[in-house]
């Protein structure tokens, strides 16, 4: 080849090249903007070709977030049946970052073989099962004094009786919980004002205790369901099950859930559906579940005293049922732990409002939101002013004696959530709009009057639960509201009869007496988005990189972490261990040599410090696959039991030379059995 | 209760809701917007609070899709590690759907027991191994005429030998083939102008045939690689295994590839590095692979006239090796299948622009594309004009000969897109930037100067591939490019140590001398995106609703598909099957019976036909879910092995009754063993 005559500068550019690659990437704050005035003329010219109207050009500029600019909120959307949680930014509404929960991710590196991964995936196992997927429901973000602190967030599984926790400082899964005597859950989620315990109650009842067997025609009488409270360990977010505990409750179904807050605080309210204790059988002769359901005019709200049930617990009143201390119904009846209020029928919310004073139920089947008023719940259990029991005994507080106002609100009323004005926004499922009305005087700042319907924006379509940023804290903003829709239908692009769901970001116009504004709509194509809570983005303390050789689960040093030059290969009888490193752009060793049968043991140290420096570590036909984030350790324990010459990359894209950044895990056939794939 | 006293309209009022729960919804096109002018003085006064620019106000305006508007572009977009597809949309960047390839993903009930899910991941496993994830790189979308005709795309596995088709009229994957003689591939895949094949290369060589075992020190005798064209079955979109066939190649490491186009049908290019066989060894005395294979001046483009080799098969020239036909290398040399050329260092783009006379290949180690001509390699082919013959004798054609210029676009060139106006769009991945610059004068319609640097734009940051909208097409359009960056640091809010991606939209003025521009950043949280295709939206035909009883593999009716009011239970022996129906908002049956260790049979019909009336089926504790969207049959055959009371309830939240749209199994425990999760 005639190299030299060629207008080529191969070269003497490769030194730069090489150091390069190396190198930190030089991180520009030049966008490639001219700068300067754009004019209006500008503006309309573009609105005109886009047809964009007056209303649509506010819009764009109200969400839009330049590039390089960051958003103001974060947004933790349950995944629904993906099994994991998504990041939202808000106003923009950019999907961050999907984190794997219930469901193994590969792209995170989470249940394809990495240990830390398997380790909390197997978390939530009951004996014999591997659970390979979740449904997320109710995230609930830690609190200090009532403000969501950043640090950590919990999430429920609706398919099984299990929970979650991910760590705010890397937006990873680090402990899936199973729940004793519980099998589902659906919106019990919260956490206590100043992260106590994290609230979960169970949606279907059981045969109690869980483990046993009995038949539907014995549900009254032997189906239980449980409220469990399970305590946070201050220090690393994990739940304690020891420290934790459950109340039995009667064989309703348990349904939303929310803490008390400043007045309240101590206290939890729990809406329930299904007093009817309908259990279906369509075709067994019986009407379905949902027209069963729906029979009463009054299902229950429980109310808890959770500081006087701990207590209960610390003076010996529980039961071990299957490893968790059970407060039985008897003891909750005489320790006046547990008390219940008619709520019109089918409730779906049970929302306490930022003063801790007012609890806002939505009944589903009744065009009314019914507000409750803390401070008569206390003057009436102190009266005992009960309207009866419920067939187990539970005492019924007098509806008329604790009610504070109604709202009708419109139709298919489910979840409310407050500003710091005095109102409340409820989601309308039937007739797909958020309705706004305002609580009891003592809230209302914009001297509206009390319990009235004062705003209603047409949302599109069926709208489940909604959103205000810092919703559930006690001083929620008054400017971001997202409607969580379920249908989407003519909204966006067809993208087949599986239709994303549609977020819609909805000015709240400061929480005053203006009209509240769509701004914009959000197609959600991976996942339901169950519901929601919205954090301050200066609240997060989320890690860059990890320390050099760390140890996700402990966020200590692992005890396999090793730096640059010290990898090595050791090899006892049929077990080989090695300590590789990854650095851009190769991994040391490159050439793993094993025979068919043997056991691999294998720890990788991610041993850059650059941010955004992640490795993936892939090998294939082998189903292994980590994300190395800088600084991270990744071990790996699996039998070479396909012969054969495979390959291990980088999956992530990490320099000009990624391409390469590879190797060959070499499985010399056994001399009985080569199974090698073509 | 004193129910008369309250202020409830319970009673009257539910005749309606049940009535409005099974009607379809209202869709109003009312988005609550006040309409009139906005004025500039609002729009001035919304930038000043929000901090916007005169540019960020003009880009806000560029990207914004107002609700209930459409994107004009629908964006594939590989997932890359997550294994799945996302569909974006465009200008609004806005995720609307991400498609389950390679990765069981629950939301779309893809891998988690229906019968369908299981039967297409199960087409890419090798014998003895089922794999839960891939790599997906490199979409191709179908073509007539050189235009994407909007019915099937094709993505190939990187981490195993493996290609699927996924049915764009319901956006659902319904084959994934196993490729023979093929571990892995990479950039290699892409669509002949009319569909004929599908093309995809393997990345690292093996030994071979695939399934002998051979040693790294024998890689130059033993190892080989294979160019796959696969056979597209045209009215189904499915690989036809039997019609499709490969060419055998030299051992080294294949790359980015692409189709000819109008003058050059017929032809394929491939990019291909490691011309070096390095093999790494760096634990073993020898160098790191991206030192090894980073050596040599110049690796070869390889260049295929299929049309040629499709006859040679045809003629018996082939020989089957692992169930597919096989051209060697010394057939390909004998029919003149194959040539190679020349190109600089560590090539990564081999791209033919739109007239398909020009070939671009961005050498990554080389600051230059390097521009070969068809007419030129036409040329030199019939003159046998070659520089020599590499080491398995394949025909070097000479470089100056079919070269047509260089262009020096700056540091880490890697893929090349085109627009109408004879335009290339380099990235630059060491310089983090796109350059544009001219092709021959025959295509340039700005009049400019011929193989010119025009423009660079900086992008954040470290840029892999980059798009046009309809870029691969002869057609490409000049609005829209998007920049997929593989980095983004300090662009985001900070998600963890894990980084979102970047996807850039930018502005290309309409492919004139403008300066290109950025519009907006957009992080992709949920995966790597490493190639994608934009095609115009219209294009898109896919279906709302599945007509009733549709099985989604055959696009037929489903032999188990049933009406309301058709289901029926059956037993035989210790088999349990059900003829289940799903409707807002019950199953039927909702109580199923079984014994433990019994084999049941479901097959449920979601029997409702409106618009995104999607239901959801999942069994706790069984790992099964399915989405069942409207017309959908979906069938599972599962063991009851764990005894107990287990919940099914429909997962995507479909009425307001949604939270009663569950039902029991029950499975009685058998007198031996009782494992019941507790």
């Known amino acids: 080849m005639k190299d030299k005559a060629r207008k080529v500068t191969v070269v003497a550019f490769m030194g730069a090249v090489l150091l390069a690659l190396t190198a930190s990437v030089s991180c520009s704050d030049d966008d490639g903007n001219g700068g300067g005035s754009s004019g209006n003329a500008d503006l309309d010219a573009i609105a005109q070709e886009r047809g964009l109207t007056p209303e649509d050009m506010k819009h764009a500029l109200q969400q839009f977030v330049p590039p390089g600019k960051y958003d103001d909120y974060v947004m933790f959307a349950s995944g629904g049946h993906s099994g994991q949680v998504l990041a939202v930014g808000v106003p923009s509404m950019r999907i961050l970052k999907t984190i794997a929960v219930f469901s193994p991710e590969s792209w995170q590196g989470y249940g394809r073989g990495a240990d830390w991964s398997e380790e909390v995936l197997a978390g939530g196992n009951p004996p014999g099962t591997e659970l390979e997927w979740g449904d997320t429901h109710h995230p609930a973000l830690s609190e200090t004094g009532g403000e969501y602190d950043g640090r950590y967030l919990y999430i429920n599984d609706r398919a099984n009786g299990r929970m979650a926790f991910v760590d705010l400082a890397d937006l990873r899964t680090k402990q ?123 299902d229950y709200l429980h109310v808890v005293n959770w ?159 909604l959103v205000t940023a810092e919703g559930d804290t006690v001083t929620p903003d008054d400017n971001y509201m997202v409607a969580l829709n379920k249908w989407s239908i003519d909204r966006f692009l067809t993208v087949g009869p599986l239709h994303p769901q549609n977020f819609q970001l909805i000015d709240l116009k400061g929480g005053g007496t203006e009209k509240m504004e769509l701004i914009a709509d959000t197609p959600i194509g991976n996942a339901e988005p169950h519901y929601v809570q919205i954090i301050k983005a200066d609240k997060l303390k989320t890690l860059d990189v990890y320390p050099a050789g760390t140890d996700v689960l402990t966020m200590g040093t692992s005890e396999f972490a090793i730096a640059a030059g010290d990898e090595k290969v050791e090899r006892n009888g049929n077990v080989v261990e090695i300590w590789m490193s990854a650095q851009r752009s190769h991994f040391t060793p490159d050439i793993v040599r094993v025979k068919q049968g043997d056991t691999v043991k294998l720890h990788i140290t991610n041993v850059e410090q650059t941010k955004d420096a992640t490795h993936g570590f892939a090998v294939s036909y082998y189903n292994i696959q980590a994300s190395l984030d800088p600084g991270e350790v990744v071990n790996f324990e699996f039998v070479a039991d396909k012969s054969g010459v495979f390959n291990f990359y980088c999956t992530e894209f990490c320099s000009a030379l990624h391409l390469e950044m590879a190797g060959w895990l070499l499985v010399e056939p056994s001399g009985s059995a080569v199974a090698n794939p073509n």
């Not at 206390?378 to 005994?393: L, R, S, V």
């Not at 005492?395 to 409310?416: F, K, M, N, R, W």
């Not at 319907?453 to 599109?460: A, G, M």
């Open 176 to 298: 899936i919980v199973a729940i004793p005597n519980t099998k589902t859950s659906h919106g019990g989620m919260f956490v206590t004002p100043n992260s106590e315990y994290v609230h979960m109650s169970a949606q279907y009842p059981e045969p109690w205790p869980a483990g046993s067997y009995a038949d539907l025609s014995e549900y009254q009488e032997k189906y239980r369901s449980a409220s469990s409270w399970l305590k946070i360990d201050e220090a690393t977010g994990r739940i304690n099950m020891e420290e934790s505990f459950q109340i039995e409750l009667p064989p309703y179904n348990q349904d939303l859930a929310d803490a008390g807050k400043k007045i309240s605080d101590g206290w939890g309210f729990i809406g329930s559906f299904n007093t009817e204790m309908a259990t279906g059988g369509n075709m067994e002769g019986g009407e379905s579940m949902e027209a069963g359901m729906s029979t009463n005019n009054f």
């Open 307 to 465: 500081k006087a049930a701990e207590a209960a617990v610390k003076a010996g009143k529980a039961t071990n049922i299957n490893g968790v201390n059970v407060l039985s119904l008897e003891t909750a009846i005489d320790e006046g732990l547990l008390y219940l209020i008619p709520e019109p029928k089918s409730p779906h919310g049970a929302d306490v409002d930022p003063s801790g004073r007012y609890i806002v139920v939505g009944g589903k089947l009744d065009p009314h939101v019914t507000i409750f008023d803390f401070n008569k719940i206390q003057a009436a259990i102190e009266a005992k002013d009960f309207e009866g029991t419920d067939p187990f005994g539970l005492p019924i507080l007098t509806y008329d004696s604790v009610v504070a106002g109604q709202v009708e609100v419109g139709a298919g009323p489910l979840h409310t959530q407050f500003d710091s004005q005095g109102h409340g926004y409820t989601s309308l499922f039937l007739a797909s709009a958020v309705a706004k009305f305002t609580l009891g005087e003592d809230v209302i700042k914009t001297g509206e009057t009390p319990f009235t319907l004062t705003d209603t924006i047409p949302v599109h379509y069926n709208i489940g639960h």
